[in-house]
């Protein structure tokens, strides 16, 4: 099914002023390094996406690959559903997606992905809410293993060489240290309209915040 309960869409989410277009055509990406030092078991992961091209136009197309630090992308064996890989130290690969359809390229889609894979509820250890609601996944038996062990982190790319997506992309955050819910990056309106907010809390050891703000 579309994400359109009443709960989850009451109505479309705002999404933000500024944002980065991500074309596949063009090959572009962004990456950064030096992230051996952070949290490799408790983080947030917050960014608006307002999407382009079906996977049945563009096969795969990521958000956030670090080789061997974990993903989240879309992908044709999922048709449109946000799918995540999360790889561990342990060289364990798991898999799991929204059970939501991601597919109205006329709206912005707020994420938020939390995880705290040292917490002792195996429930707890990964969430993924979309305009500020919880998500039901297709695989809840998480590991407890390391999320990442450094490395180059790439958005709009796998390793920096393939699986360009179509999308727009805003305010994306790391923080490293905290496993955080939406209300730390947005807020529902008067109108039931999920809306974006900023925030205001620390961003640990490699955190980041990319607000895209520079209009060139």
Not at 33 to 45: E, H, I, L, R, V
Not at 114 to 129: G, H, I, Q, V
């Amino acid at each position: 099914p579309l994400l359109a309960t009443a709960a989850e869409a009451a109505a479309a989410a705002a999404g933000p002023i500024k944002s980065l277009r991500f074309n596949s055509a063009d090959s572009a990406y962004l990456s950064g390094s030096g992230f051996a030092n952070s949290d490799t078991k408790t983080m947030t992961f917050s960014f608006w996406l307002k999407r382009c091209a079906s996977t049945t136009v563009k096969a795969t197309q990521y958000v956030f690959g670090g080789g061997n630090d974990g993903t989240i992308f879309f992908t044709d064996s999922f048709h449109d559903q946000l799918t995540f890989n999360l790889r561990g130290t342990s060289g364990t690969n798991f898999f799991t997606h929204t059970e939501a359809v991601l597919r109205d390229f006329s709206a912005w889609y707020h994420i938020v992905v939390a995880l705290d894979l040292d917490n002792p509820t195996t429930s707890e250890r990964f969430k993924c809410y979309i305009n500020g609601v919880q998500q039901t996944m297709s695989n809840t038996s998480y590991p407890n293993n390391n999320y990442h062990d450094g490395g180059t982190w790439y958005i709009g790319s796998y390793t920096g060489t393939q699986h360009y997506p179509d999308f727009y992309l805003a305010d994306f955050y790391h923080i490293a240290g905290l496993a955080l819910d939406p209300t730390s990056f947005g807020a529902y309106d008067d109108n039931g309209v999920w809306q974006a907010a900023a925030y205001s809390g620390t961003y640990g050891t490699n955190g980041f915040h990319l607000a895209f703000g520079d209009s060139s």
